[in-house]
């Protein structure tokens, strides 16, 4: 079973949950940007809810359909068509041989995931299918897609497909400031540099990827006292400042060491939030304590288990 690439789209890639346990050797997690909206395309679809799915970002993809399939579409709104017939997202939706998903531009967001029932088969390179860019590995020949790609599909089904219960979307936090704790090197700023990053709006940058997103503000942030910072680890959503003061928020494809100070790090459970970020779009912080980063995680990791009609 298999599916052929027509359009590639603006950046469509292999993704998964991500390839964990490899920092020491500088190998980033990648995975997808909106994992919570990966997981939930697969759960609709009774895959594992970490089978491998298509990420694309901004413009969608155009695939022809060599056999049928039963696709999700999740995340982001995007304009795909079968036909003159418009796909609704969160919805599972049987693709018959020889037809051909058209999938334009991607609003409300950054991201649209399109997972297929019985999941993507690619190599796993270090226990994932996810694609690598900057170490050209992982997903589909470690790259994007292009015109001409054959992916195949379907040994990832565990279970039927089930539905999510009406207005459960509506339960995800939305439109509010991203969740951070302290960092690092929170005590290198001095108290009203800090409350600038959570008082403050910011803005995406158009230099932004999924190595990083850079944030501009109308004031730079800057620290207690000019020193360096020998190299160390950088956690998955560290928020670094650099010497123009300006946030970057350290995201999947990030460098896994970097000297650049750590003012604060983005919650797990806002991290599928990041993911959905688009170029001029609005950023504004708060800061929560660890226990209460850790009750929203048990949170969203309870409403995906009771989302579901029965």
Known sequence: MS???LKPG?????QDSGRFGYAHLGISPCGAADALSMRIANLLLGNREDAPVLEMTLLGTALEFLSTAEIVLSGADCDCRLGTDLIPTYTPT?????????CGN???????????????????VMSSASTDL??????????RLKAGDVLRFGASAISRPRLLRRNALADLRRGEPIRVTQGAQSDWF???????????????SEQ???AGLRLTGESAISLREQKQLLTDGIPLGAIQIP?????????????TTGGYPKIANVIAADMHRVGQLRPRDEVRFAEVSIPEAVEALRVQERWLQTAWQE
């Open 3 to 5: 599916v052929r690439v």
């Open 243 to 255: 010497q123009d003061g300006q946030p970057i928020i350290l995201f999947v494809d990030q460098q």
């Open 106 to 124: 991607i609003t409300n967001g950054a991201r649209t995931y399109l997972a297929i029932r019985g999941g993507i088969e690619v190599p796993l």
């Open 94 to 102: 049987t693709i018959k041989a020889g037809a051909v998903l058209q």
């Open 134 to 143: 900057r170490g050209g590995f992982g997903g589909h020949e470690g790259r």
């Open 10 to 14: 603006l950046s469509t890639t292999v």
């Open 190 to 204: 001095a108290p009203e540099q800090y409350q600038k990053l959570l008082a403050s709006s910011f803005r995406v």
């Open 208 to 210: 932004s990827d999924r």
